[in-house]
Structure formats: C-alpha cells, structure tokens
C-alpha cells in the first residue's frame, strides 16, 4: 500500500464564553463546566484543565530506502509548528528523522513531556504510513519498502506507539498523523460532539486523527494541513456545537466531513480514542477559538476556495500524485 498527502462559515460572536486562556499563562486553560451535556445546562463552576501545553511536530519529507520523496511534509509541520506556537504551546520541531530518531524522539516526548497529570501532550506527524495485515506503522526516513523483511524492525509499530502514549502521566493526549494506515490502536467513532462540555471531559484520554485511512492515498498537496490551521483559528465551523473551544471529538468530525467531500470519499480521515477503558473517557481541547466577526473576510474566502480547487484538481489526477 501507499499512501499519498460547503462553504466557509463564521464562528458566532458568542465565543470564548465558556472557556478562558489564563493571561500571561501560556498553556493553561480554564474550562466551564456544566451540569449535564444540554446546551441550557446550569453551570458547575470552573475547573483548571491544564497547568502546560506542549506539542511535538514531526515532518518528513526526504526518504531514503525506496518511499518516494515527499514535497509537504516539512513545510505543513513548520505551518503547524508555527500556529501551535502562537495558541500557547511549547512546540518542539523535528524534520527528517530517520529511525532511531524517530523511536528516541516519541519516547521521549511522551515520557519527559508527559510527567505532569495537569498537561496536554499533542502530536503532529507528517509523512508516510503503512499497514501490513490491519497493523499500521509510521514510516521513518531510513525505512526500507513494507515488502523487506527489515521493514518491521525499523517502522514504528501503532501498538508500541500506544504503550508510550500510556507511559505519559498527562491526563490529555492527541495525536494528529498526516498519514494513513489501519487504526490499529484505537476505535474509530462516528458521533456529532455533545452540545456542553461536563465533568467528563477532564478525564484521561488519548486521542488520535488519521488524515486517511488504510490502503487509500493522502494527498500531499498541504489541503490537510491549511484546514486544521484554518479549525484551529476558527476560520472555519469547526466547533460544532458553538461552545467556545475546539475539542478533538469537533476537529475529528470537521476534518472527516470536509475531506471525504472534498476529495469525493477517495480520502477519508479517521478520528477516535484508545481502545482502553482507563484512556477512553475526557476529550482534548485543543484550542480557545477567538471571537469572529459576521462578515466573512474576503482573503479567508479567496483561501477556502484555493483549498477546495486543489482538492479537486488532486482527485482528478490520483494516479500521478507523489504519494504518502
């Protein structure tokens, strides 16, 4: 298998009522929680989410043992990078990593970064993917082809990635993978998010979004990338439920919805949790949307129609595209 990389809507003027960034606290969060998962629901009082946010951003572009090259995996995880940055985040950057690097750079992360319970762990990880048998595999930049019988000594198995993301003391985790293969670790959901945040969303949970799914191409074309930017500036209706913050559950549910339209079901995102009763319960904010105006800006619709043009021209031409 290889794998390749409705109209634009403002976020309501209500924003940012139920949840709060700290000032002069970057990577806290204060969350509004409500009696029950009704919109109308009483308030229960506020709960300090998290104490720090950190982020590990991964792109791969340069192969090495046989995986054709990439042309977006650096540039989409410095994009990435940079707006994770501007929301809070201590973001660590990492490009190119062979295997070794890769396993030593995850481990880490999850565990260093991972050792406050009061943290949320994100993670971005643009390049190749692979699945062999319904077991999916991230694909390093020394990797060899998945039909060598060293191809799984050197790929990072999803089954060895969700024993790390168990490892992370952090109550949060969400790992967003530019890349397909089978959703080996994790149950994918299908489910509109509920119109209030209660007290369940501060349980643990571990978290992921596949830009595809197995044996399906990813477009390398950035299109992924620019929308889960777009979501998390509120440029786009990604909080589907209007409350204030972009969740996992809503940024799954958006970029699953957007990109099977866009690309006519040749792509299919793949979103959900652990497959664990102790990591299947909260939800992941990601990001305290700001308020937006009414009136749609002209450049953001200049860029949705860009987004949505190069879907198109991608689909046309599947058979010819640099593949993930």
Same mark, same amino acid.
């Given at each position: ?59 791969? %572009? ?33 490009? %190119?990593? %062979? ?80 890349s397909c293969f089978a ?99 909260? %939800? ?13 800006d002209k450049s953001i ?24």
């Open positions: 298998m290889t794998a390749a990389r409705h109209q634009l809507q403002t976020i309501p003027a209500l924003l940012a009522l139920l949840i709060c960034a700290i000032p002069g606290m970057a990577g806290e969060l204060v969350v509004e929680i409500k009696a029950s998962e009704k919109a109308d629901a009483a308030s229960l009082g506020q709960v300090d989410l998290y104490q720090e946010s950190y982020a590990l951003v991964i792109g791969n %572009d340069n192969y090495s043992n046989g995986w054709p090259r990439l042309s977006n995996g650096i540039k989409d995880a410095t994009a990435v990078a940079d707006e994770l940055t501007r929301q809070g985040y201590e973001v660590e950057l990492k490009t %190119d990593l %062979d295997s070794a690097e890769l396993k030593s750079t995850l481990r880490n992360f999850f565990i260093m970064r991972g050792q406050n319970p009061e943290a949320r762990l994100l993670l971005w990880y643009a390049g190749h993917g692979q699945t062999i048998k319904g077991e999916g595999f991230l694909v390093a930049t020394d990797t060899p082809l998945s039909d060598k019988p060293d191809f799984k000594l050197s790929a990072i198995h999803m089954r060895d990635f969700g024993s790390w993301v168990r490892l992370a003391e952090s109550k949060h985790v969400l790992a967003v993978f530019d959703g080996t670790i994790f149950t994918a959901q299908r489910g509109t998010p509920p119109a209030a945040i209660t007290r369940a969303v501060t349980y643990p949970v571990r978290q992921f979004l596949t830009s595809g799914d197995a044996d399906q191409f990813v477009f390398d074309n950035g299109a992924f990338r620019e929308l889960f930017v777009r979501a998390l500036r509120g440029e786009e209706k990604s909080d589907i439920n209007s409350d204030g913050y972009l969740t996992a559950s809503d940024l799954g549910f958006f970029l699953s919805d957007r990109i099977t339209n866009l690309t006519q079901a040749n792509q299919t995102p793949r979103y959900g949790k652990l497959r664990d009763k102790d990591y299947d319960r909260g %939800d992941f904010i990601i990001a305290v949307l700001e308020q937006q105006s009414l009136l749609v619709k200049v860029q949705a129609t860009e987004t949505e043009n190069l879907m198109w021209e991608s689909v046309r031409q599947i058979d010819t595209l640099t593949s993930y």
